[in-house]
Nanobody
């Protein structure tokens, strides 16, 4: 059983910053995280990638960002804590959405599969 628990959403004014956190935990022993990141979704639209970081080995990980957030958002990961972060700066009203943590996780008994958090709301409004 793998769980993703997000925190850090809220209501902020344009130009402000927020940091989202996602703690990834599992029962049944060691697990590996092939990729982790953040997606967002607004009402009536498809869920879209915000940022993703691949691999659980710092030596060969890579990051990818949506064009709309490049230069403003930064994804990072603490492997010791199995936690992925999204630092969001210079927030804009169009960043308003429900943000979902994502992870592709493999366990000794289950091949790699996708897991999602419950979502955390980010609202940017004056």
């Amino acid at each position: 059983q793998v769980q993703l628990v997000e925190s850090g959403g809220g209501l902020v004014q344009p130009g402000a910053s927020l940091r989202l956190s996602c703690a990834i935990s599992g029962t049944g022993g060691r697990f590996g995280i092939d990729a982790s990141g953040w997606y967002r979704q607004t009402s009536g639209k498809q869920r879209e990638l915000v940022a993703i970081i691949t691999s659980d080995r710092s030596s060969d990980s890579s990051t990818n960002y949506a064009g709309s957030v490049k230069g403003r958002f930064t994804i990072s990961r603490d492997n010791a804590k199995n936690t992925v972060y999204l630092q969001m700066n210079s927030l804009k009203p169009e960043d308003t959405a429900a943000y979902y943590c994502y992870a592709k996780v493999r366990t000794p008994s289950i091949p790699a599969r996708d897991y999602w958090g419950q979502g955390t709301q980010v609202t940017v409004s004056s």
